[in-house]
């Protein structure tokens, strides 16, 4: 069946550092792909999405690419702040609107100043 | 921007309590979801739903659980007889029929089970 497997945490980094989170998967077919944020004490918000092979998902600076030949969809920021500490989702769905995501484990990212 | 609300934020129950968790989709999404999010560890899907039947339920998923769109707005998970396991994040998710499945989850109900 589908899974997805997340780098585990936590990731602690200095503001304005670098940061990749490693995300793969396993899938039939051609799922859509998924980064998830969920703030202390919040919901999950979607981060950024992509949809087929070679698509960058991108907002807030995160970016992550579709990789079909590595199926990764690593998640990447050049300059972290304080504020991006949270707990991020990779996911992964059939495209077909009504269908499970399936998530990863999580991984927790605290950023210091 | 329409967004997906969830009541109560939290719930705290009895082992053996029924309880009922709510939530209002977004108004033009047909696809409605449940998750869970026990302490600590990774969503969990447990339902979805589309024109007023299910289409697709975890392992999870049991008798105990049910779910109703009872009205044109809310969209509702019941637990009949509550057990401590089933203390958890409980998140409500919407999508439309279109966009590669994009779902869009409200705050999340904590339900802790005493």
């Known amino acids: 069946g589908n899974s997805v497997t997340q780098m585990e945490g936590p990731v602690t980094l200095s503001e304005e550092a670098f940061l990749t989170i490693n995300c793969t998967y396993t899938?039939?077919?051609?799922?859509?792909l998924f980064w998830y944020v969920q703030y202390p004490g919040e919901g999950l918000q979607l981060l950024l999405k992509?949809?087929?092979?070679?698509d960058k998902g991108s907002n807030k600076g995160f970016e992550a690419t579709y990789r079909k030949e590595t199926t990764s969809f690593h998640l990447e920021k050049g300059s972290v702040q304080v504020s991006d500490s949270a707990v991020y989702f990779c996911a992964l769905s059939d495209r077909q609107a009504g269908t499970a995501l399936i998530f990863g484990k999580g991984t927790t990212l605290s950023v210091s100043s | 921007e329409p967004e997906v609300t969830q009541t109560p934020s939290h719930q705290v129950t009895q082992m053996g309590q029924e309880v009922i968790l709510r939530c209002v989709p977004i108004?033009?999404?047909?696809?409605f979801y449940w998750y869970r999010q026990i302490l600590g560890q990774k969503v969990e899907f447990l339902v979805s739903?589309?024109?007023?039947?299910?289409?697709?339920k975890s392992e999870i998923f049991d008798d105990q659980f049910s779910v109703e769109r009872p009205d044109g707005s809310n969209f509702t998970l019941k637990i009949r007889s509550t057990k401590l396991e089933d203390s958890a994040m409980y998140f409500c998710a919407s999508s439309p029929t279109s966009g590669n499945n994009e779902q869009f989850f409200g705050p999340g109900t904590r339900l802790t089970v005493l």
């Open positions: 108004s033009n999404h047909l696809y």
């Open positions: 899938a039939t077919g051609y799922p859509s």
């Open positions: 992509a949809t087929k092979a070679d």
């Open positions: 739903f589309y024109n007023n039947e299910i289409s697709e």
